[in-house]
């Protein structure tokens, strides 16, 4: 597996293993098999329980054609639809533990799955998807063109993690948070906040810890009430969860 490091805005880099091969196949597969099953089922109801096909005898052909592209619609949208809805994961994806992200750090948005989804076309159904097979196994960030032309990439999310990994803080329930701006900030913002802090805190950086306070207060609009820039910081994080975690 490849190990893909992400620049963050905040200049950190932040270090994923790309999905592999083999992976991407066992999403692939199982979301084929997803797709599989959706016709059989539409089979099954329209054509044999309801019999829509007496029904389409005297349909002409363009009439015929809107039935059909009603009727299996969903599977020509279907990764669009799951990766916009679940943040990068069709069914097949969440089940292999794979994860489409931005190689800059950002959260991938709807354009960035279009462009994915447009690209299937080359990658996968030309010459029986080998285009997609070969540009994962021969790109440095395990990329199939669609990732390429869209600036993502696919990690795994197998790693083993604690809570120092993510954006979750220990807070009790008589937690009382003092900054209510903070849910201006998003769980990507957090995620880069938290890397940074510990990061600079590893290294003993107070300049950019100050910088870091700074760039919060700038972009919320909240002032820092302790005075103190680490306490300041570890306030953020628990107020960002408490508000998120009951709202």
Not at 94 to 101: A, D, S
Not at 155 to 176: C, P, W
Request: aromatic share 14%.
């Amino acid at each position: 597996m490849s190990e893909l490091s992400i620049n963050t805005t905040q200049n950190v880099k932040i270090n994923f293993v790309a999905a592999s091969v083999g992976e991407r196949l066992g999403a692939y597969f199982i979301d084929a098999g997803i797709k599989i099953s959706y016709i059989f089922f539409i089979i099954w109801v329209f054509f044999y329980w309801m019999d829509i096909d007496k029904l389409m005898t005297n349909l002409d052909s363009w009439s015929r054609g809107a039935i059909f592209l009603v009727l299996f619609f969903p599977l020509i949208i279907y990764s669009l639809t799951l990766e916009s809805i679940f943040e990068g994961q069709s069914f097949g994806k969440k089940l292999v533990k794979i994860k489409v992200v931005k190689i800059d750090g950002y959260q991938a948005s709807f354009g960035d799955y279009l462009i994915r989804w447009f690209f299937r076309i080359i990658d996968f159904s030309l010459f029986n998807g080998i285009i997609g097979l070969i540009a994962v196994a021969s790109s440095k960030k395990s990329q199939r063109l669609g990732d390429m032309a869209a600036g993502t990439a696919v990690i795994t999310l197998k790693n083993k993690i604690n809570i120092s990994h993510t954006i979750l803080e220990d807070i009790g329930e008589a937690y009382v948070p003092t900054y209510p701006l903070v849910i201006k900030l998003s769980d990507n913002d957090m995620r880069i906040i938290k890397e940074t802090y510990q990061s600079a805190l590893a290294k003993n950086d107070h300049e950019i810890i100050y910088k870091l306070v700074a760039k919060i207060e700038g972009v919320t609009g909240i002032k820092n009430q302790s005075g103190n820039n680490n306490d300041f910081i570890r306030v953020i994080l628990k107020d960002y969860n408490f508000y998120t975690q009951h709202m």
